[in-house]
């Protein structure tokens, strides 16, 4: 037996003490798919069926030829520590036996290991990295710095996945399911409005908006909530009627009020003090004819 506390890249760093994590290693061997069980602390939400499809197509050619690793729980029964794909594919392809290493580590490694192993793969979609990081954060006890500085990456790049568990659960479900990209969504978090957020998502898939596109809608929105002096930068009407109240604006000699929902239901109210003002709009109207 071989006793090894290398914990590869990304996750010795990431543990402060790295001797709490030392694992006992005792080579591959072949475990009864049936005495496996899946990883509790399983970042990933979702898997690819097609993808798990054409795995397990090469599984059934030429075998699996990286073992996944397990931990033991009981006599019989092992734990999946990484591999969760590849356990699923070798079960789709109707193996009893799977080649593994099996490690002994803590519930608190555990969850380090598995969150670590899936935050360094690319296939995981934004919003379960930014679970990730909150769990890394939370249950963990790590701060942002620490965590950036820790997985290499930009303090910010960690706050962008972060915040992005902030917009409402559409924008969020769209996301996973590549409606919208990380640059849409990034554009959307800088709008304080929830309705407002979801409103320009709802445009987006619509108009097929550009991130430059929804950039520059934020951007408007935000300048002219600074202008106006409003703690709220909720809009009364989808951004590309903007031309429109222009339009109405420049018609009319008096306030022009539009509010419309992103079906294009709404409403136009022209404002006027006076007698005098109503006669003005009137008139206006009268010499379109």
Same mark, same amino acid.
């Given at each position: 037996m071989v006793k090894r506390s290398g914990l590869g890249r990304g996750l010795g760093a990431l543990i402060d003490d790295a001797d709490k994590v030392? %694992?006992? +290693? =005792?080579?591959?061997?072949?475990?009864?798919?049936?005495? +496996? %069980? &899946?990883?509790?602390?399983?970042? $990933?939400?979702?898997?690819d069926q097609e993808s798990l499809e054409e795995l397990a197509i090469s599984i059934r050619e030429i075998g699996l030829i990286q073992p996944i690793t397990l931990r033991k729980i009981s006599a019989e029964k092992y734990q999946i520590i990484a591999g969760e794909r590849r356990?699923?594919?070798?079960? +789709? &392809?109707?193996?009893? $036996?799977?080649?593994?290493?099996?490690?002994?580590?803590?519930?608190? =490694?555990?969850?380090?290991?598995?969150?670590?192993? @899936?935050?360094? $793969?690319e296939d995981l979609n934004p919003i379960e990295v930014g679970?990730?990081?909150?769990?890394?954060?939370?249950?963990? @006890?790590?701060?942002?710095?620490? *965590? =950036?500085?820790?997985?290499?990456?930009?303090?910010?790049?960690? &706050? @962008?996945?972060?915040?992005? *568990?902030? *917009?409402?659960? +559409?924008i969020q479900k769209g996301l996973i399911e590549k409606e919208i990209s990380m640059g849409h969504a990034r554009a959307l978090i800088s709008i304080d409005d929830q309705e407002t957020q979801v409103m320009i998502f709802e445009q987006i898939k619509k108009y097929d908006f550009t991130v430059r596109k929804v950039e520059e809608i934020a951007r408007n929105l935000n300048e002219e909530k600074k202008e106006a002096g409003v703690k709220s930068n909720k809009?009364?009407?989808?951004?590309?009627?903007?031309p429109i109240k222009e339009t109405l604006d420049n018609f009319f000699?008096?306030?022009?009020?539009?509010? &419309?929902?992103?079906?294009?239901?709404?409403?136009?109210i022209i404002s006027f003090k006076s007698e005098e003002d109503l006669q003005k709009i009137v008139k206006s109207l009268e010499d379109k004819k």
């Amino acid at each position: 037996m071989v006793k090894r506390s290398g914990l590869g890249r990304g996750l010795g760093a990431l543990i402060d003490d790295a001797d709490k994590v030392k %694992e006992q +290693i =005792s080579g591959v061997a072949e475990i009864e798919i049936s005495n +496996i %069980e &899946a990883n509790p602390f399983q970042p $990933r939400t979702t898997f690819d069926q097609e993808s798990l499809e054409e795995l397990a197509i090469s599984i059934r050619e030429i075998g699996l030829i990286q073992p996944i690793t397990l931990r033991k729980i009981s006599a019989e029964k092992y734990q999946i520590i990484a591999g969760e794909r590849r356990f699923r594919a070798a079960q +789709i &392809a109707g193996l009893a $036996r799977i080649p593994a290493f099996i490690r002994e580590v803590d519930n608190d =490694s555990m969850l380090e290991m598995a969150l670590v192993e @899936n935050i360094q $793969r690319e296939d995981l979609n934004p919003i379960e990295v930014g679970v990730s990081y909150q769990r890394l954060i939370e249950e963990c @006890n790590l701060t942002q710095e620490t *965590l =950036s500085s820790r997985l290499g990456k930009k303090r910010s790049t960690v &706050a @962008n996945y972060l915040r992005l *568990l902030k *917009l409402p659960a +559409i924008i969020q479900k769209g996301l996973i399911e590549k409606e919208i990209s990380m640059g849409h969504a990034r554009a959307l978090i800088s709008i304080d409005d929830q309705e407002t957020q979801v409103m320009i998502f709802e445009q987006i898939k619509k108009y097929d908006f550009t991130v430059r596109k929804v950039e520059e809608i934020a951007r408007n929105l935000n300048e002219e909530k600074k202008e106006a002096g409003v703690k709220s930068n909720k809009v009364k009407y989808p951004y590309h009627y903007q031309p429109i109240k222009e339009t109405l604006d420049n018609f009319f000699p008096s306030p022009v009020k539009l509010t &419309a929902d992103s079906q294009g239901k709404g409403k136009i109210i022209i404002s006027f003090k006076s007698e005098e003002d109503l006669q003005k709009i009137v008139k206006s109207l009268e010499d379109k004819k």
